[in-house]
């Protein structure tokens, strides 16, 4: 076993409930948000990076900490083999032309993808924003998250991109063959996709352990669990991180005029992905 595993998507897709199934299936006990702790956590916390570096990675450029970002992926890889990372980055390459997730730091990638006018939802509640402004952040193609040039923030900037093009970066110009799996037939059929997934990991849960990452799973588990102990991973903009999580709770929320505006933006990715 080599590299990292890759579990990617746009924000409020799912990454956060996947990891919680996917920590059940590798402990082979029910998750809860008190034990998921570090597991498939991000690689672009700057702690994490100044101990790799040994240095204080603020005194770094943003240019400079993303051209070394391939190393520092290479690095975990050959000292966590199979280690999960969860990402939202859009796949892109630096400005010397090196991919920042390289097929060589490479085990496999995971792409949970989500009809886009829910995540204009979630996003919007998750930052405490308007729909209006979730939807163009969305259809922004230069959109980053901490790359706020005059603070440092604990993480360093991660490059969306578009929805569109953070979906198709993967999937199209990777060439790391993601397993693609939308969080709607995820949320169906969860055992299904479990499976599939262990599969493309090469893991053997038993169908006992992917019911149990069915049950531990459940969103009303998950929301009561937030409500009486808390989340760690909750913004101070959010409510809460879990809420129905249902699919098409976009219906009755999104205007007429708002859900058009995000099927032109993303038209052509929407109808690939059965959304249209």
Known sequence: ???????????????????LALWTLKHEEPADL?????????????????????????????????TLRPDLHAMMAASS????????????????????????ATQAALYLIRDPRDVAVSWARF?????????????????????NSYSIHTQVAQHLG????????????????PLVVRYEDLLADTHHWMRAIATHLDWHPSDAVIEMAV???RFDRLSAQEQKSGFSERPRSAGSFFRSGKAQGWRGVLSAEQAARIERDHGETMQRFGYL
Not at 1 to 19: C, D, H
Not at 88 to 104: F, I, K
Not at 164 to 175: A, H, L, Q, Y
């Open 215 to 217: 049950d531990a799973t």
């Open 127 to 147: 930052r405490g924003r308007s729909i209006d402004w979730a939807i163009d952040y969305l259809a922004d193609a230069d959109t980053a998250i901490g790359n």
């Open 1 to 19: 076993m080599t590299g990292l595993i890759w579990l990617v998507s746009y924000p409020r897709s799912g990454n956060t409930w996947t990891r």
């Open 81 to 104: 083999p199979g280690k999960i990372v969860k990402v939202h980055d859009a796949w892109r390459r630096t400005r010397q032309g090196r991919p920042v997730h390289e097929a060589a």
């Open 162 to 177: 578009s929805w569109s093009s953070n979906v198709t970066s993967w999937i199209d110009d990777s060439g790391l063959n």
């Open 34 to 66: 008190d034990r998921l702790g570090n597991f498939a956590r991000m690689a672009i916390n700057r702690w994490m990076i100044d101990a790799m570096l040994e240095c204080d990675s603020g005194l770094l450029t943003a240019d400079e900490i993303e």
